[in-house]
């Protein structure tokens, strides 16, 4: 084997120089040939014994440095080949009892050991590290202190250091398992209430009554996966800034734990995401930190766990949508994020922005991309979602418009987005550079008709309840966005949207009273206008259900139908005939009861409410004055009706004849 792979070896380092030398593969090979080399001699006793040696080695290295680095690799490789079961582990224990976790060169060490270890001998590892963190356990704080001999760093810094050592390994040990074994070989618990720094990596082999059927001659094993632990370590961080990698790497081994069995129920799930953006959103922005007077060497040093925190939280969230690839877990994980948005500290809306489109992309490439559903949550994404391109922090701005791009490209799969993308790429630039609210507006505004596009009119309902949600949670500029996308939607989609006229109206009501901005308030009432001339009939027989007629809201939404030129004279000639064939149809009735007769006259009642609510708001007399022909005989059926007794009405023969007649006895008013 030598005579083969030494000349290969020989061959690639020659073939290189020191700076196109592909060190991580140099590094592989040797390895390999290490591992290959002591397979083939079989010798246990010449194992141990190299071991041994590598071990002496290490002492003529400084750390840190990439001999010594290589040296923990070749040590762990040398171990994994080493039958010597009593050796091996004598090494692990006395290597992760001697090992000086303060620096971080050590721990990253003693990790490669373990790492490398476990490829041959996962129990074994496994063992050892249950049976130090026991130890540890029991070891006075005092005491344990005194031997870390760096007296110069606080005991916090110590906690932390600790900290870190426990998740880089068990994050090595899961990462292991998940290589070199199927997953589903082992069985993980949670055992509750141990201290963290018992670190809790405990197995043993399940009795044959515990064995799963399809598995019968496989090894399962208990093991505590320590997330509460981590959870807790995410908890316990700071909120007035994020100095160390704690959080970050902690949020990096859950993922990787998320991915064993069994996995973490619904609800802890939802727990684990909650406290994540608990710790992550509201901590200061590096912005003011430099204001309050740090160097530029700390902001630089905290920027990194900043931006690490976040990329590990997109990861975090991906790997649970993996492991429960449905829309309605999607939908929670957006909900816990949406609550975010209303923050009144900008940098956390950002954040939650920033998470919004790390979840969206993962659903793009995990749901969507497996199930091909109809996603149905486009309608109240795009609601909550939107509003924000008016936000006053232009990188939330940017975040919004790659949420809309991506909720696009689920959308419009089964489409050519054509040049949707395009555009959404030009908006992002505006959006960016918009020098005042105005042109914030404006460019809200284009993104909208966009969108409406490929909006599905089916959830037209989900998209007005979350754009009111908005209105009401968000800053003024942003509910005023808000508005705004509801009316172009309404605008360009609304032709589409008859069945759902009843609930728009219904949604847009009953929030009447909770939004008294005069701008805001404008918008739902050019809403309601926006839809009657797309469902005239429609919005009216709404509005005439309403029980209470008289109320201020309804009465408010009437007569927004008469402020608007184009449709005041279509109004009053709908509620004229609304009125004629109650009438008619009272006539009609043979048997009714004491409801029946109510509920008749209920609707030309709430129509001559209308009519002069209407009439009431007219901009100008001329639609009143078309309609005296049509309008007076009705007006006076109707007080007949109320009054219970019958009158004399006139029967105008044509329309044509009244206005003649009205003609004739003009500048004598007494003819």
Excluded at 284 to 290: N, Q, R, S, V, Y
Aim: net charge negative; charged share 20%.
């Amino acid at each position: 084997m030598w005579i083969v792979k030494i000349p290969s070896l020989l061959q690639y380092i020659e073939g290189n120089t020191e700076n196109s030398l592909d060190h991580v593969r140099w590094e592989h090979m040797l390895l390999q040939f290490l591992r290959t080399s002591l397979a083939m001699i079989d010798d246990s006793a010449w194992s141990s014994q190299i071991s041994l040696e590598l071990n002496q080695q290490m002492a003529g290295y400084t750390s840190p440095s990439h001999e010594k680095s290589f040296l923990y690799k070749a040590l762990g490789t040398s171990l994994a080949v080493c039958q010597d079961l009593v050796h091996v582990k004598s090494q692990l224990h006395k290597f992760l009892t001697a090992t000086d976790y303060m620096e971080a060169p050590e721990r990253q060490g003693i990790i490669s050991i373990l790492a490398f270890s476990a490829e041959s001998h996962l129990d074994l590892t496994l063992n050892a590290l249950q049976e130090f963190g026991a130890a540890m356990s029991k070891v006075k704080i005092p005491g344990f202190i005194s031997r870390l001999k760096v007296l110069g760093i606080t005991v916090v810094n110590k906690d932390m250091n600790l900290k870190l050592t426990l998740i880089h390994n068990v994050m090595e040990i899961s990462c292991a398992i998940l290589e070199t074994r199927d997953s589903q070989e082992f069985e993980f618990s949670l055992q509750t209430g141990a201290p963290w720094l018992h670190a809790g990596l405990a197995y043993g082999p399940v009795s044959g009554c515990e064995r799963k059927a399809s598995l019968p001659f496989k090894s399962i094993f208990h093991f505590y996966v320590p997330i509460h632990a981590f959870q807790d370590f995410i908890k316990n961080e700071p909120l007035d800034s994020l100095a160390s990698p704690v959080c970050y790497k902690a949020i990096l081994a859950i993922g990787h734990l998320s991915k064993l069995k069994p996995s973490l129920t619904m609800e802890e799930n939802r727990e684990l995401l909650d406290q994540c953006f608990k710790s992550l959103f509201p901590l200061p922005p590096l912005e003011m930190m430099k204001e309050e007077g740090e160097t530029a060497k700390v902001a630089l040093h905290i920027q990194s766990p900043y931006v690490r925190s976040l990329e590990a939280l997109g990861k975090l969230m991906e790997t649970l949508l993996e492991e429960a690839p449905t829309a309605d877990w999607f939908q929670e994980m957006f909900e816990l994020l949406r609550t975010w948005f209303s923050s009144g500290k900008e940098w956390e809306r950002e954040r939650a922005l920033q998470a919004s489109t790390q979840l969206l992309t993962a659903y793009q490439e995990t749901v969507h991309s497996t199930t091909q559903e109809t996603f149905n949550q486009f309608g109240s994404l795009i609601g909550a979602i939107a509003p924000y391109s008016c936000d006053s922090l232009a990188t939330s701005r940017q975040w919004v418009v790659d949420c809309i791009s991506c909720l696009l490209c689920i959308q419009g799969q089964p489409m050519n987005l054509g040049s949707a993308e395009e555009e959404l790429r030009c908006l992002h630039e505006e959006l960016t550079a918009a020098p005042d609210p105005e042109a914030l507006f404006q460019a809200s505004s284009k993104m909208a008709r966009v969108v409406s596009e490929y909006f599905p009119p089916e959830q037209a309902t989900a998209f007005i309840e979350a754009t009111v949600e908005s209105m009401l949670s968000a800053s003024p500029t942003c509910a005023t966005a808000s508005g705004l996308w509801m009316k172009v939607i309404l605008k360009k989609c609304g032709d589409a949207m008859l069945d759902k006229v009843p609930a728009i109206l219904d949604i847009i009501y009953s929030h009447m009273a909770t939004i008294q901005e005069g701008i805001l308030k404008q918008s739902l009432l050019e809403a309601v206008s926006i839809l009657a001339h797309h469902h005239l009939e429609a919005v009216i027989s709404s509005l005439l259900s309403n029980h209470l007629p008289m109320d201020s809201d309804t009465t408010e939404l009437r007569r927004s139908l008469g402020r608007d030129p184009l449709l005041a004279t279509q109004v009053l000639q709908v509620l004229i005939e609304k009125i004629k064939t109650s009438t008619r149809q009272e006539g009609s009735v043979t048997s009714e009861t004491e409801t029946d007769r109510h509920l008749a006259a209920a609707e030309p009642l709430s129509a001559t409410c209308a009519i002069f609510e209407v009439v009431s708001a007219l901009q100008s007399s001329k639609a009143v004055q078309e309609l005296l022909p049509e309008l007076f005989p009705v007006l006076l059926q109707q007080v007949s009706r109320t009054s219970g007794q019958k009158m004399p009405l006139p029967r105008i023969r044509s329309q044509s004849l009244f206005q003649k007649d009205q003609q004739h006895t003009e500048g004598n008013p007494c003819r």
